[in-house]
């Protein structure tokens, strides 16, 4: 036992392994979020410790981390990874520390800070819901996409006439004029130059 060193001078069994002082509750969940914090007594007894997540062998200050009533702690990914790893039809008392074996899930009766953060700290993630008491939060399907072209109402005679494709503008072929053959043209001139011009009587007007 021993005295905190916040100005609240709480007496506290809990004692930080890396710190080594002794905190209280209210520190431990502010200032000693990610220490290896367990009572004075075991400090005693062994006070080698490893503070990294049990789970990926990671320093538990390279994410953000989650302590058990236990006082183990361990990074929240892990923990969530871990427990969905476990049948879907495991009741909540088999959701243990992999440490020490108790449960995750703390009683209703308990009031204390660390189970209050502990329940809020739990209460966003889908598997631990019913182990609290909660509903599951149902998973929502994302909203349809609707097309910002409105399509043709099948109650009008609309028409959609199709765009027609971007693209240089057609110039118009030039038509070139018939020519005659030489040899048509020379029989035409031929026969032209045969037929006999007639003489126009001045008086009669006739041939």
């Known amino acids: 036992m021993g005295l905190c060193k916040c100005p609240l001078k ?3 069994n809990l004692f930080c ?5 002794n905190v209280c509750e209210t520190c431990l969940l502010s200032s000693h979020s990610q220490c290896i914090v367990q009572t004075y007594l075991k400090w005693l007894q062994d006070s080698e410790y490893v503070p990294n997540c049990r789970f990926c062998n990671d320093p538990l200050s390279a994410h953000p981390t989650i302590r058990l009533l236990c006082l183990h702690v361990f990074h929240k ?5 871990y ?8 009741a909540p008392g088999g959701y243990t520390c ?5 449960g995750i899930f ?6 204390s800070v660390i189970a209050e953060a502990l329940r809020n700290g739990l209460a966003t993630e889908t598997w631990a819901r019913p182990g609290l008491g909660l509903p599951v939060v149902p998973r929502t399907l994302p909203p349809p996409v609707h097309t910002s072209t409105p399509m043709p109402s099948s109650r009008t005679n609309a028409v959609v006439k199709p765009t027609p494709l971007a693209g240089p503008p057609q110039q118009q072929e030039a038509v070139e004029p018939l020519k005659t053959p030489p040899a048509v043209a020379a029989l035409v001139k031929k026969q032209d130059s045969t037929i006999p011009v007639g003489i126009v ?4 007007g006739s041939y």
Do not use: D
């Open 106 to 111: 703390p009683e209703p009766s308990n009031k």
């Open 201 to 204: 009587s001045p008086n009669t």
């Open 17 to 21: 392994f890396e710190c080594r002082v």
């Open 98 to 102: 992999i440490t020490c074996q108790e």
């Open 83 to 90: 427990a969905q790893s476990l049948p879907a039809t495991t």
């Open 10 to 12: 709480k007496v506290t």
């Open 77 to 81: 990914h892990c923990l969530t990874k």
